[in-house]
C-alpha cells in the first residue's frame, strides 16, 4: 500500500518497520559471510534471523489491519461526501462490490404505507434470481434471515437455516431501522464473508441509512425551495 495514501503516523510506522526488516536482513548477510564463524557468531546470526522473521510476520499483519483501516476510513468519508442520492447508493453498492466482493444483493427501505412491503432502491445481479422474493421493485416478505433483520434490527451473518441471504444489515436511522442491506452471492473468488468483513458491515448498518435519508431531505428540500422560488418569481414578475 503506498505510503502517500495514509495519514503522516501510519505511513511513519510502516517505514520504521521496513527499515528495521532490511537492517536486520544486511546484518544477517554480514554475519553469514564472514569465515570460519564460531557457535556464537552462528547463534547470533539464528537470533537475528528468528527476529526478522517475527517482524516480517508482523509487519504483514500490521500492513493488513492498516488496510482494512484504510477501507473503513475510505467508506464512511464517500457515504457522506455528497447530498446526491443517486450518488449515495452508487456509493453503497461500490462499497458492497469492491470492499465486500458481493456479486448479487438488494438495498431495502420500507415504503412509508403500511402495506408491509418495502421498496428495491437499488439490486445488482438480481436477473437470475430465482426465489421470487424480489420482484417488480418490491419485496414483500418470505425469506426469514431478512424479514427478523427488518424487524428486529440485528445484523445477521450466514448461513442462515431457510434462509439465501449471506448477510442482511439492518439500515437504522435514529434507533429505527428503515430497510436492509441483503447480500445475496459473493464473487467466486471470495469463498465466504471474513472476521474484518463485520466492521464493514456495521459500518454500513451505522451509516449508510442516514447519509442516503440525509441526501434524501435535502434533495427533497432543495425541489421545494426551487419551485417555491419559482412562483416567487412569477409573483413578482411585472404585468
Given at each position: ?5 495514509l ?8 517505514d520504521e518497520?521496513r527499515?528495521?526488516l532490511?537492517?536486520a536482513?544486511?546484518l ?5 559471510a ?18 526478522r ?13 492498516v488496510?482494512?483501516?484504510m ?6 468519508y464517500?457515504?457522506h ?9 452508487s ?5 458492497a462490490?469492491?470492499l465486500?466482493g458481493?456479486?448479487?444483493f438488494v438495498?431495502?427501505f420500507?415504503k ?14 438480481m436477473?437470475d434470481?430465482k426465489s421470487?422474493f424480489y420482484?417488480?421493485g418490491?419485496y414483500g416478505?418470505?425469506d ?9 434490527g440485528?445484523l ?15 439500515l437504522?436511522?435514529q434507533?429505527?431501522t428503515v430497510g ?5 452471492k459473493?464473487?467466486d473468488h471470495?469463498e465466504?464473508?471474513?472476521p474484518?468483513d ?8 451505522a451509516?449508510?441509512?442516514s ?8 434533495s427533497t ?10 412562483l416567487?418569481k412569477?409573483?413578482r414578475?411585472?404585468?
Amino acid at each position: 500500500m503506498p505510503n502517500a495514501n495514509l495519514p503522516p503516523g501510519l505511513g511513519t510506522a510502516l517505514d520504521e518497520l521496513r527499515a528495521t526488516l532490511d537492517r536486520a536482513a544486511e546484518l544477517a548477510r554480514q554475519l553469514d559471510a564472514k569465515p570460519g564463524s564460531d557457535a556464537d557468531l552462528e547463534a547470533r546470526l539464528a537470533d537475528v534471523e528468528s527476529d526478522r522473521r517475527e517482524l516480517s510476520t508482523r509487519l504483514a499483519d500490521y500492513e493488513h489491519q492498516v488496510g482494512r483501516l484504510m477501507n473503513l476510513y475510505v467508506a464512511t468519508y464517500q457515504l457522506h461526501a455528497t447530498l446526491d442520492p443517486a450518488e449515495v447508493q452508487s456509493t453503497i453498492a461500490e462499497i458492497a462490490t469492491n470492499l465486500l466482493g458481493a456479486e448479487r444483493f438488494v438495498l431495502l427501505f420500507w415504503k412509508e404505507s403500511d402495506s408491509g412491503e418495502c421498496e428495491i432502491a437499488l439490486s445488482q445481479g438480481m436477473e437470475d434470481e430465482k426465489s421470487g422474493f424480489y420482484e417488480k421493485g418490491i419485496y414483500g416478505g418470505g425469506d426469514p434471515a431478512v424479514d427478523a433483520t427488518l424487524s428486529d434490527g440485528v445484523l445477521r451473518i450466514g448461513p442462515i437455516e431457510g434462509s439465501e441471504a449471506l448477510a442482511c444489515v439492518p439500515l437504522m436511522v435514529q434507533g429505527t431501522t428503515v430497510g436492509a442491506l441483503v447480500i445475496l452471492k459473493l464473487f467466486d473468488h471470495k469463498e465466504a464473508l471474513k472476521p474484518e468483513d463485520r466492521d464493514l458491515l456495521d459500518l454500513l448498518a451505522a451509516h449508510a441509512a442516514s447519509a442516503l435519508f440525509a441526501a434524501r431531505v435535502y434533495s427533497t428540500t432543495d425541489r421545494k425551495l426551487k419551485t417555491l422560488e419559482s412562483l416567487v418569481k412569477l409573483v413578482r414578475k411585472p404585468t
